[in-house]
């Protein structure tokens, strides 16, 4: 049995009386929807309500599942202690999700449980569905920072769970929309704000799950929403069925998109199997960009995939442009899976005896020896894009009028604390962001004064 329905929900404390105190008066067309969709849940009788939700515990390589037979939470934090929930857990459900996951070696499991407290994002649906429908355990499952590919690949895996276990399950897609719609709202306003809540709204109306794929992360970010990747993982599990789709409602009163839409898997259809179509997509992308890359990229491909298939050092070629071997500087190696970083390590200086030999062991470096991530495996390499910056000499400024976030890389400096960004990066628009995330990666605070440096770079790709 499939899941039998899933309903995508926002998740705003104010929507609860209790905490709202009238304040819930203004997004009143949003709690009638959401007493549509438990009405519609109720109706269901569901074994079991899986909710994915943005603030339960995250991490940024690993998909966390609330262990344990269950957990209790209130709405103490938002001034409202009375308003309580406890619920159990379909631990035999979470145990078979951890089984799939763990088969294929993927990322999601029960570890890592820091407090078994339900979250906001959790309970503001159950708030309304347990008024309708109190049967049923729940399975609680939080996001990731991986690549939206893998919240898709979460969702097939829970799928499958549900069909193995012959489950009646409904799936709760916690999460809203962008969080900078209006100049008033808590966030601001970004124009990626409203463009975001149409194009989602827009892709649920039509059930165009694999559209989700191909929002990209910059863009995400700018609109500052919180739920895409529950939406993802929703996606996921109707993978390769029809889906009857209706979207209950959409405001943004507050500043903040709540869109509430539901879901249900109808006949068989191949034409939907939508991460398989994305990933061959993305295969052919990289392909197509390694055949146009030029010799330094080329280089780079060549001792990653050395290293990652052979644990060998790839000797330096000879046939390669005189500048290559003839001159020395620093180079960073950035490797890209899925739109996302992927590693990336290099040198502010030559540590080498000529680029060519930079390259080759910063290529290493980024595949293997990033700290921020796992090693780069062989199923990776036909997904992988790769680009090679080489940098100029560094100089001093005085200030940080003397920067161009698209020109000029930055060094930020404080005592034995040194951090360094690169130009012209995908999300970062400001000298103020460059600055915040050189500063970051340093470990210097906004307080402490800090030596600027600046440099160029030729960037391949």
Known sequence: MPVRAAFMVPHPPLIIPEVGKGGEAQIE?????????????????????????????MYADYFHISPGDGASGSFSQFGAPQVRFSESYDSELVKRICVLAERENFPAGTLGEKSPRLDHGTMVPLWFIRKKYASGKIVRIGLSGLPLSDHYRLGELIRDAVEDLGRNAVLIASGDLSHKLQPYGPYGFAPEGPDYDRRIIDVSRRAAFGELLEFDESFCEKAAECGHRSFVIMAGAFDGLGVESAVLSHQDVTGVGYGICSFYPKETDDTRHFLQQYLARQEEECRRKAEQSDAYVKLARAALESWVLYRKRLACPSAL??????????TFVSVHKDGQLR????????????????????AISASSRDPRFSPITAAELSHLEISVDVLGETEEIASPKELDVKRYGVIVTHGRKRGLLLPNLDGVDSVEDQLRIARRKAGIRESESVKLERFEVVRHT
Not at 324 to 329: F, H, Q, S, T, V
Not at 351 to 359: F, K, L, P, V
């Open 29 to 57: 067309e949003t709690t009638r929807a959401y007493e549509q969709a438990a009405d519609e849940i109720a109706a269901l009788k569901p074994d079991t309500i899986i909710i994915t939700s943005p603030h339960a515990l």
């Open 321 to 330: 442009p005189e500048e290559m071997l003839a001159k020395r500087a620093g």
């Open 343 to 362: 590693g990336c390590i290099g040198t502010i200086a030559a540590t080498q005896d000529s680029i060519a030999e930079e390259i080759i062991e910063n």
